[in-house]
């Protein structure tokens, strides 16, 4: 199962919104609503932002959404603010029963 | 208050073994699935393993398959990942991850703060 590819990295002002696509193929990210996304910060464990696709767990920002369409999946932060500055990871559910994560994509608030 | 605590980590030789241990508390921890996820140093993360609830699926990353066993022991509320064979490729941060889906597809809600494996001669 190869990684689904996302950007290296991006970045963005204060108060500017960003998108992280996640792009896979047929077998997964096309395949299920089941891509989730996770925030981590250096030394830190991962910390779910999104599930299902759209879904925010409890406590999490609406400044964070998600999105679907075909195979690429995307994750949007609007109002950057400095303490979105991480790595991001999107995974996905596979045919195979079995979960494959993103290369990571590291944000930079300018 | 959910909480992983993840144990078991160090320096082992190539072609060694290593078990690794994951406590869990806050929860109903027989209920529900739980992964060991990796991370090598300076590099992303890699699912490695998952265990549904009563053992009745086990799954495992093609690169580990063979070599790691999961297992999960619910009156102590422990998951447990056997590593033999162990390569330098294994080298990384091994986190226990809980599943927040009890029906079909997978999140994890819940993450340890991981342990350190080094593989190295």
């Known amino acids: 199962q190869s990684a689904l590819t996302q950007p290296a990295s991006v970045s963005g002002s204060p108060g500017q919104s960003i998108t992280i696509s996640c792009t896979g193929t047929?077998?997964?990210?096309?395949?299920?609503?089941?891509v989730s996304w996770y925030q981590q910060h250096p030394g830190k464990a991962p910390k779910l932002m999104i599930y299902?696709?759209?879904n925010r767990p409890s406590g999490v920002s609406n400044r964070f959404s998600g999105s679907k369409s075909g195979n690429t999946a995307s994750l949007t932060i609007s109002g950057l603010q400095a303490e979105d500055e991480a790595d991001y990871y999107c995974?996905?559910?596979?045919?195979?029963?079995?979960?494959?994560f993103g290369g990571g994509t590291k944000l930079t608030v300018l | 208050e959910v909480q992983l605590e993840e144990s078991g980590g160090g320096l082992v030789k190539p072609g060694e073994s290593l078990r690794l241990s994951c406590a869990a508390s806050?929860?109903?921890?027989?209920?529900?699935?739980i992964n060991w996820v990796r991370q090598a140093p300076g590099k992303g993360l890699e699912w490695v393993s998952s265990?549904?609830?009563?053992?009745?699926?086990?799954y495992y990353a093609d690169s580990v398959k063979g070599r790691f066993t999961i297992s999960r022991d619910d009156a102590k509320n422990t998951l447990y990942l056997q590593m033999n064979s162990l390569r330098a490729e294994d080298a990384a941060v091994y986190y226990c991850a809980r599943d927040g889906k009890h029906t079909a597809g997978r999140y994890f809600d819940y993450w340890g703060q991981g342990t350190l494996v080094t593989v190295s001669s």
């Open positions: 299902d696709v759209t």
């Open positions: 995974s996905s559910y596979t045919s195979s029963s079995s979960e494959v």
């Open positions: 047929s077998s997964d990210v096309g395949g299920y609503n089941y």
């Open positions: 265990i549904s609830s009563s053992d009745t699926y086990i």
């Open positions: 806050g929860f109903t921890f027989s209920t529900y699935s």
